[in-house]
């Protein structure tokens, strides 16, 4: 299985970017994805997930309102829309996943399979 992250960068504050992660080796459909982020310095915590059809979704309350989750289940992709960003946003962005478990905050520790990650970095 791979994950491939892409789509960081440098945004000022109150802008946004798009995060994809590109699946491999799994089907995927089958799959619940998870996107987590890791600041420096501090333990990495999960950001959002999304169910095998897209119709459920879960957000961590720092990010409800500004982030979006999606997937294309066609591409083998999952999406981060990030708006309205704030400097404590900045942070590695990793996507992930498990066939066992729901990505989660309290299953960070028991995913097996996860992207390589991508910076994310918002200036005030």
């Known amino acids: 299985v791979q994950l491939q992250a892409s789509g960081g960068g440098l945004v000022q504050a109150g802008g946004s970017l798009r995060l994809s992660c590109a699946a491999s080796?799994?089907?995927?459909?089958?799959?619940?994805m998870g996107w987590f982020r890791q600041a420096p310095g501090k333990e990495r915590e999960f950001v959002a997930s999304?169910?095998?059809?897209?119709?459920?979704?879960w957000y961590a309350d720092s990010v409800i309102g500004r982030f979006t989750v999606s997937r294309d289940n066609a591409k083998n992709t999952v999406y981060l829309q990030m708006n309205s960003l704030k400097p404590e946003d900045t942070a590695v962005y990793y996507c992930?996943?498990?066939?066992?478990?729901?990505?989660?905050?309290?299953?960070?520790?028991?995913?097996?399979?996860w992207g390589q990650g991508t910076q994310v970095t918002v200036s005030s």
């Open positions: 992930a996943t498990d066939p066992r478990h729901i990505p989660t905050a309290q299953t960070i520790g028991s995913l097996d399979y």
């Open positions: 080796g799994l089907t995927f459909s089958n799959y619940v």
């Open positions: 999304i169910g095998w059809s897209g119709r459920g979704t």
